[in-house]
């Protein structure tokens, strides 16, 4: 456990009202452009070395993004119920509702 685990909400808090809303959402848009960029060098990485490396620097992202996205839940609200329709409605594409098998889901009509 580490020293933040226990009030991870409170530091959270923190940095929204130290830095403010709006810096908090510049920087959500931030992260996710640089997690967006580290996947794509996964796609271009040609050896061992530099896959490690891009993976390395996608879980770096990762974490950024998951911290601004839990800043982002304080700003404007948990999307915990929108989350579980939508796993919900991923269950059921995926024949695990007592919807369709899945099959019938294409690539472009796919979506979270
Ligand atoms: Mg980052």
Redesign the pocket.
Known sequence: MNIYENDRDGLLKQAVEHWGQGAQVDMMI??MS??TKALCKTRRAHSTEAMAKAVANVL??MA??QIVLDQMKLIFGSPAEIETRKLERLAERLGKGGGTDGQEETKTTRSA
């Open positions: 931030e992260e640089e997690l770096e992202e950024d993004v």
